[in-house]
């Protein structure tokens, strides 16, 4: 051949290799233009090129510089979010250390629970024994309204815990209001045993259990306060599930196991409505011949809505209080590569005689509305009238 169609030949070839490159490289989500002396090549972007696409022009032409980690994170956020399911979500690294912490057997920080009240600030609720706070001379009923120089009065009750739990500093000193008294505290964080489970007996030998969460720890405290209460000739139980969110499935199903033998289911789970459900039976032999009432209310979701249906389909347990939260899907999460997470939803869960609650709730079969006094002085169980009704319906 001569020179003339050797020419015609190799470029025939480069333009071949340049499509191929081309094709590849679209496929990968990017726009490349390759010119090839007669004419402009332009690749086209994958199903998820839109991505790659508008993070290039913003990191390039936005006026001002931007953080490209936060930039991702966001679109993470907003690809998650775009599901429309409210518990699939994204967390960056510091809300999944948040998250995981908030159902683990210890985290850092004063070793108190708190609330918001009212304008006034943030409310003590309980103090944790052998904790920063208990050491420091904090109490029960106690209100907030300072941390480290910054008022409460409109502080979330998310913003002041997170400022309490921060490991910028090792100390954090609080101002609280006792009796018209304004007393000052400066406490030194430390690592703080995690309760979610309180107890104690009240008139009647009837015992009284508060679960907070279903987490890691949650099954053995359980255990160990029912026995606690048992022993000291307990004769009923009122287990109060009040804004409980939930937690870990596999907790829930020991802790209602408790009350069940082995041939009773607890629940089930299901991938989709036309799917067979999975039925998971309890793991003891173990039952109880005592009454039992559930306190429940609006914000008693999840793990907590499964512990409900069991014992009041399985055991007879009565419930009082206010119709549950209906979470009834289950979640799984991913770590990701950034230190980040994903939770995302699985299945549905079934109460133990194939009912869906997701969206509905769990009816109380007592339902009680707590009045004025109670929302003024929470801290008093004379103001619970669900609690009150509970005792009542008990005896």
């Known amino acids: 051949?001569?020179?003339?169609?050797?020419?015609?030949?190799?470029?025939?070839?480069?333009?071949?290799?340049?499509?191929?490159?081309?094709?590849?490289?679209?496929?990968?989500?990017?726009?490349?233009?390759?010119?090839?002396?007669?004419?402009?090549?332009?690749?086209?972007?994958?199903?998820?090129?839109?991505?790659?696409?508008?993070?290039?022009?913003?990191?390039?032409?936005?006026?001002?510089?931007?953080?490209?980690?936060?930039?991702?994170?966001?679109?993470?956020?907003?690809?998650?979010?775009?599901?429309?399911?409210?518990?699939?979500?994204?967390?960056?690294?510091?809300?999944?250390?948040?998250?995981?912490e908030s159902l683990s057997d210890s985290y850092y920080g004063i070793g108190a629970v708190i609330f918001k009240l009212n304008d006034e600030g943030i409310t003590v609720k309980k103090v944790f024994d052998d904790s920063p706070a208990k050491n420091a001379g904090v109490q029960i009923g106690d209100i907030i309204i300072s941390i480290d120089g910054k008022s409460t009065k409109d502080?979330?009750?998310?913003?002041?815990?997170?400022?309490?739990?921060?490991?910028?500093?090792?100390?954090?000193?609080?101002?609280?209001?006792?009796?018209?008294?304004d007393l000052t505290f400066e406490i030194t964080k430390s690592t703080v045993p995690l309760k979610s489970v309180s107890g104690e007996m009240l008139d009647n030998k009837v015992g009284y259990i508060v679960i907070d969460m279903f987490g890691e720890s949650t099954y053995e405290e359980f255990?160990?306060?029912?026995?606690?209460?048992?022993?000291?000739?307990?004769?009923?139980?009122?287990?109060?599930?009040?804004?409980?969110?939930?937690?870990?499935?596999?907790?829930?199903?020991?802790?209602?196991?408790?009350?069940?033998?082995?041939?009773?289911v607890v629940l089930q789970t299901r991938v989709s409505e036309k799917a067979e459900a999975k039925?998971?039976?309890?793991?003891?032999?173990?039952?109880?011949?005592?009454?039992?009432?559930?306190?429940?209310?609006?914000?008693?979701?999840?793990?907590?809505?499964?512990?409900?249906?069991?014992?009041?389909?399985?055991?007879?347990?009565?419930?009082?209080?206010?119709?549950?939260?209906?979470?009834?899907t289950v979640q799984l999460t991913k770590e990701l590569s950034n230190g980040g997470m994903i939770k995302y939803t699985t299945e549905e869960w079934l109460t133990s005689k194939g009912n869906s609650i997701n969206e509905v709730g769990i009816t109380p079969d007592i339902e009680v509305d707590l009045t004025e006094d109670y929302l003024n002085n929470p801290l008093d169980k004379k103001n619970d009238a669900q609690l009150q009704k509970a005792i009542e319906v008990i005896k």
């Not at 510089?65 to 998650?80: F, M, R, Y």
């Not at 502080?155 to 009796?179: G, Q």
């Not at 004769?235 to 009773?264: H, P, Q």
Request: glycine share 8%.
């Open 279 to 328: 039925k998971y039976y309890s793991v003891s032999n173990d039952t109880k011949n005592y009454k039992v009432v559930v306190l429940v209310n609006e914000n008693t979701a999840s793990a907590s809505e499964i512990m409900t249906a069991a014992l009041k389909e399985q055991y007879g347990a009565t419930i009082v209080g206010k119709t549950t939260y209906g979470k009834g």
């Open 155 to 181: 502080m979330t009750v998310d913003k002041a815990a997170s400022t309490l739990k921060s490991n910028k500093s090792p100390k954090t000193t609080i101002v609280v209001k006792r009796n018209d008294e």
């Open 1 to 100: 051949m001569d020179n003339k169609e050797d020419n015609r030949v190799l470029g025939a070839a480069k333009y071949a290799m340049l499509c191929l490159v081309s094709l590849l490289v679209g496929a990968m989500g990017m726009y490349l233009y390759y010119n090839t002396g007669d004419r402009v090549v332009k690749t086209y972007p994958g199903k998820y090129g839109i991505l790659d696409e508008v993070t290039g022009i913003l990191s390039k032409e936005y006026y001002k510089d931007i953080d490209k980690d936060k930039l991702i994170e966001g679109a993470v956020s907003g690809l998650v979010d775009s599901i429309g399911d409210k518990h699939t979500s994204y967390f960056t690294k510091e809300e999944a250390k948040s998250f995981k």
């Open 223 to 264: 255990k160990r306060e029912l026995g606690r209460l048992e022993a000291q000739g307990m004769k009923s139980l009122i287990i109060d599930l009040r804004d409980n969110g939930g937690g870990y499935l596999s907790t829930v199903l020991y802790m209602a196991s408790e009350f069940l033998d082995s041939n009773t």
